[in-house]
Each structure stands twice: as structure tokens, then as C-alpha cells.
């Protein structure tokens, strides 16, 4: 199979993409196994190797190895995420746990560790900045995985690893089951009472993608969902999909509270074997809080203003609901309809106003126009280049002088085949290890489809989630650094979302919605009364917002805080702690534990979902060096951007990255004036 196998082959499509339409499912398991005994083969060698440790001989040794194994998984994983189906799930359940394996073996290696740890305690003045950055990396690596305990422990903790990694796939196959399976179907009339125009013609597109011609149809994909429930004039209808949005991960076959148990409980365990008091104390280690004490405090603090304001939000909403004569009190699937109502009545602004000036096309081409004026790339719309999907667009990227940057995928519609949220991922990193590699970045999004010969139009949240995910795309396209471990994203995880929320500021200016802002119908800029008016409320509804996630990462933090999960009932203890924290009523977390695919498909954010408000807090600070230079593309602000935080993976502790870029530690201050919860907002 590996003479014929295109995974195991060189590429020869444009810029050394994936040939996606050679490959076949028939072709990833074999494709795995070569390259796992490949890269089995390269660290055996470095054992082996006679001579004292080096540098190069260890370190640059580990970051050439695995590359055959690096790219099967990339491109694996990436349609797992973005176009799966039942073949792809069926392998993803089964190499994950061999994949676990395989990764224990190297980490838990203690002749290799020998190595590492006989380098890193070493005469490092021989090496430069990077290479000492590297090489502490990887210590914290292997010590953070177990390297250097006793041989009972190292087993038992990749027996943990293992059981982790397979776990963490069925809690998100099991969510994308529940999105794929559910839908609600409307017809002409009563069902369609209040829907603006947009949304009917998204769910008249949904509905024609699933054979369903001259009828409606609502999904559980965000894009789907959430503008139904903030225009649906049908309270019953709200009910009814809101009911099974929160409901994802909780019955049936598909239920995942038994997962969560036992990851939580594996988690803890984990942790007490590396020596830690909690897997929260463990996770937040190796990151910019240092420990969950410190993440506490910040969630905390904000919190309390939060909830302030969230309970004098629904006060206010309960009044609109008295006004109109209704009997009823509050619920959440009531909160986003009549805070629409409220907005058009406080500040004559409403999302069915917005959404004609927010074509897919032109935020698009905002982002791109923004990055040009920051970072002098451009970006050109490729034809010949092979993705996934039809869907999938290709750009080519370059720098001002014309070198090139690398390649960028935008990935923006809902489908069945796509998990939902939106992510930023890469088919290739940067390095210069091996030669010039230049990144190939996928951003993936869930925007609802327009009808054929139709722009598609984005709500102003969709809008800024584009610029956010392209925040994490240039992060990992301006990557400039020797490494591969190093390059792009890899950085700790309350600092990942800075580049990205900081980009966000640049789209809700008005030099930039003054521009690309324009009708779909008329090619006319928004008025600028309208655009006065969106300003003006930029913090309207921010309670809610903010009680919606801090709500979540509470309570991500306190499971991860439990010493034991012996019979957790997720379920009872997310009550539990929503009651403890004094949760408003008729609001619901973000992300409910059954479904909450940041913290239980995969470890990326567990005990870490506070990371956004962490690096919120730098980038409300960090956007205040162009607002005090009076240019939003002040020229030397943007260069130290660049040079300490876009380009520079992570060849600095984040501390120190922000303080190189800024000049200063962040002020705390700015987090609550940026949501509007400062005293006196």
C-alpha cells in the first residue's frame, strides 16, 4: 500500500498542498503505521547514539524526526474536524488511543530523557536564544509527561494518556451526532413569524441541502440557531430549539456524561502522579496564570459586575415583556429575542439592519485589507490550487516585497460533516529547520450558506469571529522562526488568544466599517448615523455575555479542581456550582459540560477555558499602544507587534513577549472598560 499510497509520497500539487482528491480512506491507516515505525526507527537512532548528547544530535534530532507521521495527521485531523464522516470516525476512534501509545513511549523513555535532561542541565552557552527556548520546552515536556518517575507510574500514566485520547474523540463524535441528527423544520406561514429575510433564505438553503425543497430548516450549527431564537416571533418554536441546543451530549446513545466522570477522574489522577494537587494545578503550571488560584481571581472579579449587569439586563427585558402585555416570566429562550427588541428600542439598531452591510466577501477582504496595512502582506485568490471541499477558498500569501508568506484556506460554511464553532489549524507549520517551510493555515468557520446567486451575509458577531480566527490564522502564517515546536500557535494557551482577540478591535472600528461595511444591493456604505449608532452600543447586553462564559469557565475550573470524580454526576455538580456562584435566572452557560468540546474533546482548554478572559485582559491593554499613537496602523507599534508576538512563536515566555511589545505589564483596568463593567459604565 505504500508504493501507491498518495500520503506516503511526495507532493507535487502547488505549494506542496495535499493531493486531497488522491486520497482515500483506504489510505490513512496504512499511512499511520508507516509513519509511526518511521519515526519509531528516527528516535531509536537518537537513543542509540554513542556519542555524548548535543544539541544537534538530540534536540534538533527530535525536531527533524516524525515529520512523514506529522503530515498524515495533519491532513487526518483536519478532515476529521472540518469534513468527516463515519469511515473517518471509525479511524480516528481507533488510532487514537495508538497514537497515545506511541507518544508515551517517546516521553516516558528514560534513556532519552537522559539525554535532555543531561543538556538542559548543562553548558548552555553554546547555544542561542531559541535553541536554549527549545531545549527548555522540551524538558518541560518530558518532565510535565512523566519522564524521571517510577517505572509503576510512567505505565499507569500512559495507560491514563491512552484511555484520554479515546474518550476525547467519542465526546466529540458524540456532539457532532447530536448537531447532525437534530433539525427543526418549518413551513410557510405561523412557523416563519418574525424571521427577517436572511435567516429564511439560510434555512430555505438548509433545507434544500437535505432534500427538503419548499420548506425551512434551523440547525443546531450556531450560525443556524441563534438568529432563530433572537427573531422567532414563536415562543413555543424557541422553546422547542433551545430545548435541544443545550440538550446536545445529555440522552441516548449519545449521552456523555459518563465520559466526562471519567476523564475528569483520569485527569485528577494524572495529576496527583505528576505531583500535583489537582489537574487544574497541574494544567495552569505551564501557563501565564501560573495557577488556578490566580485564574479564579480574575474570573471572580469579573463576575461579580457581570452578574450585576446581567440581572438588571433581565429586569429590563422582563419590563418589554410586562409592555407587551405577557404573562410570563423570562426564559432563556427568550433572553435573545428581547434583547433584540430592546436594542432597536434604546439605540433604533437591530441585527436585520446590520446584516445587508456585512457581506462574507467584503469582511473577507476587510481582514485582509487590515493585515496589509499592519504587516504589508497580500493576499491572491487561488484557483489551481486542490482543497477539500468545494467550498474551500485558497489565497496565496506574500510580503511586501513579494516573497512569498505562505498559504491561507478559508473554510466558511456549515455542513453536516463539520463539527461546529470556528478554529484556526494548520496543514503545515513554519520552520527554517529544514529549509524555508512556509505555512499552509486553514481557517474554519460555520456561517450559514446563502442561496445560490446570493451574497452571503454575516451577522456582526459572525463578522468579529472572522477577524478572530483570522487573528489565529496570521499568528500561524507570520510565524518566523527555526523551530517547528516553536513556530506559529504553539505558545501557552492563555496567551493564544491574544493575537487573535486583539485583531478583533481593528473590525469594529470605523475606518474599517466605513469601507468595507456596504450594502449587498446598493454598494453603499453604511450612513453614518447607523454606524453611530452600532458604536454606541458596543456594550450592550455585556452582562449577559460575559455571566454566559465566565459561567463556563467556573465551572470547567472547579470540576478540574476536584482531588477525586468518583461517581460525578457532571449534570449535578454544573447546578451545583451555577448555584454557588449565583447564576441569573433564565441564563444558561455557553457551553454546557455534555457538550463543551473545548474542555472534553481533547485537552486543549481543559481547566483553561478562562484563557480568553486572561488574554482579554491583554489585548483591551495592548490595542491602547495604537489608540495612544493616534493610528489604529501606527507604523512602529505595528513592527514591534510583529516582531514580538505574530512572528515569534513561542521563542519567549508570553510575560515577556507582552512586556518587549508593550513596554509595560498589562493594565488590569482596561478588561472592564473594554466589556463595559468599570464602575460608572
Known amino acids: 500500500m505504500t508504493?501507491?499510497?498518495?500520503?506516503?509520497?511526495?507532493?507535487?500539487?502547488?505549494?506542496?498542498?495535499?493531493?486531497?482528491?488522491?486520497?482515500?480512506?483506504?489510505?490513512?491507516?496504512?499511512?499511520?503505521?508507516?509513519?509511526?515505525?518511521?519515526?519509531?526507527?528516527?528516535?531509536?537512532?537518537?537513543?542509540?547514539?554513542?556519542?555524548?548528547?548535543?544539541?544537534?544530535?538530540?534536540?534538533?534530532?527530535?525536531?527533524?524526526?516524525?515529520?512523514?507521521?506529522?503530515?498524515?495527521?495533519?491532513?487526518?485531523?483536519?478532515?476529521?474536524?472540518?469534513?468527516?464522516?463515519d469511515e473517518l470516525e471509525a479511524i480516528a476512534l481507533e488510532i487514537a488511543p495508538i497514537l497515545s501509545r506511541h507518544r508515551s513511549a517517546i516521553y516516558l523513555n528514560d534513556a532519552l530523557f537522559a539525554r535532555v535532561d543531561a543538556l538542559f542541565k548543562g553548558d548552555q552557552s553554546g547555544l542561542d536564544a531559541e535553541q536554549q527556548r527549545v531545549l527548555e520546552r522540551y524538558h518541560i515536556g518530558f518532565v510535565r509527561s512523566g519522564a524521571g518517575l517510577p517505572a509503576a507510574s510512567k505505565e499507569r500514566l500512559a495507560a491514563i494518556s491512552e484511555r484520554l485520547a479515546t474518550l476525547g474523540t467519542n465526546f466529540g463524535q458524540n456532539v457532532l451526532a447530536d448537531e447532525k441528527s437534530w433539525s427543526l423544520v418549518l413551513e410557510e406561514g405561523d412557523d416563519l413569524a418574525g424571521l427577517p429575510d436572511f435567516l429564511k433564505d439560510a434555512a430555505s438553503e438548509a433545507a434544500r441541502a437535505r432534500g427538503l425543497d419548499g420548506q425551512y430548516v434551523i440547525t443546531l450549527s450556531r450560525s443556524s440557531i441563534e438568529p432563530f431564537l433572537q427573531f422567532s416571533a414563536r415562543r413555543d418554536l424557541r422553546e422547542k430549539a433551545f430545548a435541544a441546543w443545550i440538550a446536545r451530549g445529555e440522552a441516548g446513545k449519545t449521552d456523555n456524561r459518563g465520559i466526562i466522570a471519567e476523564t475528569v477522574a483520569l485527569r485528577a489522577e494524572e495529576a496527583k502522579l505528576l505531583g500535583f494537587k489537582s489537574f487544574a494545578h497541574f494544567r495552569l503550571d505551564d501557563s501565564m496564570a501560573r495557577t488556578p488560584e490566580a485564574a479564579m481571581g480574575l474570573l471572580r472579579s469579573v463576575w461579580t459586575p457581570a452578574r450585576e449587569r446581567a440581572i438588571e439586563e433581565r429586569e429590563a427585558l422582563q419590563a418589554l415583556v410586562r409592555a407587551e402585555g405577557g404573562n410570563f416570566e423570562i426564559a432563556a429562550w427568550d433572553w435573545r429575542f428581547y434583547s433584540e427588541k430592546r436594542r432597536k428600542a434604546e439605540f433604533d439598531l437591530d441585527e436585520s439592519q446590520l446584516k445587508p452591510y456585512l457581506q462574507l466577501d467584503k469582511v473577507i477582504e476587510a481582514a485582509f485589507d487590515t493585515a496589509s496595512k499592519l504587516f504589508g502582506v497580500t493576499f491572491t485568490e487561488r484557483f489551481d490550487v486542490p482543497a477539500y471541499h468545494p467550498d474551500v477558498r485558497v489565497f496565496e500569501v506574500k510580503n511586501a516585497a513579494g516573497a512569498p508568506v505562505g498559504l491561507f484556506l478559508g473554510d466558511y460554511f456549515a455542513r453536516p460533516s463539520k463539527r461546529s464553532g470556528a478554529w484556526m489549524s494548520d496543514y503545515r507549520g513554519q520552520e527554517r529547520l529544514i529549509g524555508d517551510i512556509r505555512p499552509i493555515i486553514v481557517n474554519v468557520m460555520n456561517f450559514a450558506k446563502a442561496a445560490d446567486g446570493q451574497p452571503t451575509l454575516l451577522s456582526y458577531d459572525d463578522a468579529r469571529t472572522l477577524f478572530h480566527e483570522f487573528g489565529h490564522g496570521l499568528h500561524g502564517l507570520l510565524s518566523d522562526v527555526t523551530y517547528p515546536s516553536l513556530a506559529g500557535t504553539s505558545v501557552a494557551r492563555d496567551f493564544v488568544e491574544f493575537p487573535s482577540q486583539l485583531y478583533e478591535h481593528w473590525f469594529e472600528r470605523p475606518e474599517i466599517l466605513e469601507r468595507f461595511a456596504v450594502h449587498y444591493q446598493t454598494g453603499e456604505p453604511m450612513p453614518a448615523a447607523l454606524l453611530e449608532r452600532l458604536q454606541a452600543s458596543r456594550t450592550f447586553n455585556q452582562g449577559f455575555a460575559t455571566v454566559e462564559y465566565v459561567s463556563s469557565a467556573l465551572v470547567d475550573l472547579e470540576l478540574h479542581l476536584l482531588d477525586k470524580a468518583d461517581g460525578l454526576d457532571s449534570t449535578a455538580f454544573e447546578k451545583k456550582v451555577l448555584e454557588e456562584i449565583g447564576m441569573p435566572e433564565a441564563m444558561v452557560m455557553r457551553h454546557r459540560t455534555p457538550h463543551f468540546q473545548h474542555v472534553f474533546a481533547g485537552d486543549g482548554y481543559s481547566s483553561a477555558y478562562y484563557s480568553y478572559l486572561w488574554s482579554e485582559t491583554l489585548d483591551a491593554d495592548g490595542f491602547g499602544a495604537f489608540e495612544e499613537a493616534g493610528d489604529i496602523f501606527a507604523p512602529d507599534v505595528a513592527a514591534k507587534l510583529y516582531t514580538f508576538v505574530y512572528s515569534a512563536g513561542n521563542r519567549r515566555k508570553p510575560d515577556e513577549a507582552y512586556r518587549a511589545f508593550r513596554g509595560r505589564d498589562p493594565d488590569p483596568s482596561a478588561l472592564l472598560r473594554k466589556r463595559g463593567l468599570a464602575e460608572g459604565d
Open 3 to 85: 508504493s501507491d499510497n498518495p500520503l506516503l509520497q511526495p507532493w507535487t500539487t502547488p505549494f506542496g498542498i495535499a493531493p486531497f482528491a488522491e486520497i482515500e480512506t483506504k489510505h490513512y491507516k496504512p499511512a499511520f503505521e508507516a509513519g509511526i515505525a518511521e519515526h519509531e526507527r528516527e528516535i531509536a537512532t537518537i537513543i542509540g547514539n554513542p556519542e555524548a548528547p548535543t544539541f544537534a544530535n538530540t534536540i534538533e534530532a527530535m525536531e527533524r524526526a516524525g515529520r512523514t507521521l506529522d503530515r498524515v495527521g495533519s491532513v487526518f485531523f483536519n478532515l476529521t474536524g472540518a469534513n468527516t464522516n
